[in-house]
């Protein structure tokens, strides 16, 4: 399957998990995740139209983007890996949504470089729903006091929340965990899925999915 064939088939997969399940929300964004691909298939992912991307690392993603969004119009960047304090400026830059938001210092720092650069990409914050203690993402228990303090004190643009269930673990209790504590602090973005388990995602009422190795086959180590 080409790259485009794969797009299409995780959409139509989508499409249909929801209305199996009956998610009322609109259709979930399809993000591609492109880390560690090769350029020539990020491309082939533009040429058939598609235009959100998620990245992982901001070193990479500098090494290719700017140049790509120049060359096509309206792509979406987001972040999907965790970000350091001092990197925060060109993140702020380079991406329209940042997914992993989950420290107090990161939101102040945040809000510092938006208020600079009059920039204010759409943020996420991630929750540890497993509490992997490798892993980031604030812990369930520490939600509360990073959304009023990012949300309210900071007036930061946060919308959703992200997460990424710890390997091996059925993941519709964490998926479910997510949207309860979305529902609890009325943030109405959603961003869980990946290859294995987009379509349960999308089922209990994900609004981003991050799909890899599904659309491009796996990645160069
Ligand atoms: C790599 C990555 C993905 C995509 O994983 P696949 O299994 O290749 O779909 C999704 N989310 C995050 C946060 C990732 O780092």
Known sequence: MTIAENIVAIGTEISRACRYAMVPEAKPNLIAVSKRQNLEKIIEALDCDHRCFGENRLQEALSRWPELCEQYDGVSLHLIGSLQSNKVADAVRLFDVIQTLDRPKLAHTLAAEMEKQARRPDLYIQVNTGAEPQ???????????????????????????????????????????????AKRHELPRLSMGMSGDYGLAASLGATDIRVGTAIFG????
Request: proline content about 10%; glycine content about 10%.
């Open 218 to 221: 796996e990645r160069e180590v």
């Open 135 to 181: 892993k980031g993402g604030v812990m369930p228990d520490g939600l509360e006091a990073l959304v009023t303090l990012s949300r309210d004190e900071l007036a930061l643009p946060l919308v959703g929340l992200m997460s990424i269930p710890p390997a091996g673990d059925d993941p519709t209790l964490h998926f479910s965990l997510l949207k309860k504590l």
